[in-house]
């Protein structure tokens, strides 16, 4: 089975960068489409960005130009780069893997932006 782990979450200014980093525990990690969701308090979960096997990228509206996803195959690997943080970027940061008819979270990460 899928396991997906996050780090790299924490406290930042506004202004200031964070790299949040989710690893995956199976071989076949590759095949798998990666999203980044978050949920901020008293919201709903939403997909913040988005990277298929093929490398190609979606990202919500609200964090185009400030964040990037990439993935590392070979460390089992997706990342999140998120720089230019706002206030509103304030959430739990969950990691999703999805291949066929399976889906899998990880346990999440809080980011907090503020002065």
């Known amino acids: 089975q899928m396991q997906l782990v996050e780090s790299g979450g924490g406290l930042v200014q506004p202004g200031g960068s964070l790299r949040l980093s989710c690893a995956a525990s199976?071989?076949?990690?590759?095949?798998?489409?990666l999203g980044w969701f978050r949920q901020a308090p008293g919201k709903q979960r939403e997909l913040v960005a988005a990277i298929t096997s093929g490398g190609s990228t979606n990202y919500a509206d609200s964090v185009k130009g400030r964040f990037t996803i990439s993935r590392d195959n070979a460390k089992k690997t997706v990342y999140l780069q998120m720089n230019s943080l706002k206030p509103e970027d304030t959430a739990v940061y969950y990691c999703n893997a999805r291949l066929s008819v399976e889906e899998y979270w990880g346990q999440g990460t809080q980011v907090t932006v503020s002065s």
């Open positions: 199976r071989s076949i990690f590759s095949l798998y489409v």
